[in-house]
């Protein structure tokens, strides 16, 4: 099984975001270029801010600039909107642009303190690696969280294995096991007040990042993305 390696993340724990939210990834990954030229990271970063977690992959590190770069976000924002139509989704552009993060609530992926999929989270995911397949120069890093109920000696495994749940059914559909990355962050990275039973249903949650993998990079460079 392909994992994170954040030792090596923490190296890469960069990220100035550009842009107003309503900016297509397009506009934002041309407005980037000008500033910032390409840069290419190596391993999955982990940017912590304010307890709340950004993912930067393993092909991009950084922003791609100039052309290239409005290009990849062109192709990002076809894929963001095919994701909007899944139900119970988050899907937001991250990365300025150049990737997207999915977060599905565990609430709808999974019963409390288990890691098994439900009917309906199936029928969700089904739909995110349809839209994998007819995408196929991405990556995909999942990350399974937790609320602050119990310990790290509990909490940390199951959201690995919330992580490994989402990862084994993408394979049953025929998503590569080379496109996909796990890790489970345990409640490290809550996004809501564990105080109440609202901010804890909303910590526990799998997250999903999308990012363009060298292949798409390369073709951007070149100018003959699609």
């Known amino acids: 099984m392909r994992r994170i390696n954040f030792f090596a993340s923490l190296l890469l ?12 990834n397009t506009a934002k990954g041309t407005a980037v270029g000008a500033g910032g030229g390409a840069a290419v990271g190596a391993g999955l970063g982990a940017l912590l801010n304010g307890g709340k977690g950004a993912a930067w992959g393993a092909g991009i590190g950084a922003v791609v600039g100039g052309a290239a770069g409005a290009l ?3 192709k990002m ?6 994701l909007e139509q899944i139900e119970s989704a988050k899907v937001e552009a991250i990365n300025d642009g150049q990737a997207i993060k999915v ?25 995110f ?15 399974g969280h937790t609320d602050s109920t119990g310990s790290d000696k509990i909490n940390i495994p199951l959201s690995e294995q919330r992580a490994s ?10 998503i590569l096991a080379a496109r996909l990355a796990t890790a489970g962050l345990g409640s490290s990275q809550p996004v809501s007040d564990n105080a109440t039973s609202l901010g804890k249903q909303q ?5 999903v990042f999308i990012i363009p993998n060298e292949k798409m990079i390369k073709a951007a460079e070149e100018g003959t993305l699609k």
């Open 165 to 174: 749940s989402v990862k084994a059914f993408l394979i049953e559909q025929s």
């Open 77 to 82: 924002d076809k894929q963001k909107k095919e």
């Open 13 to 24: 724990c960069v990220a100035i975001l550009f842009g107003g939210c309503n900016a297509s």
């Open 129 to 143: 690696a349809n839209s994998l397949k007819s995408n196929p120069d991405t990556d995909v890093e999942i990350y």
């Open 103 to 127: 977060t599905f609530d565990s609430g709808i992926l999974f019963a409390t303190n288990s890691s098994t999929l439900n009917q309906a989270s199936k029928a969700a995911l089904t739909q």
């Open 72 to 74: 990849i976000g062109n």
């Open 203 to 207: 910590n526990r949650r799998v997250e």
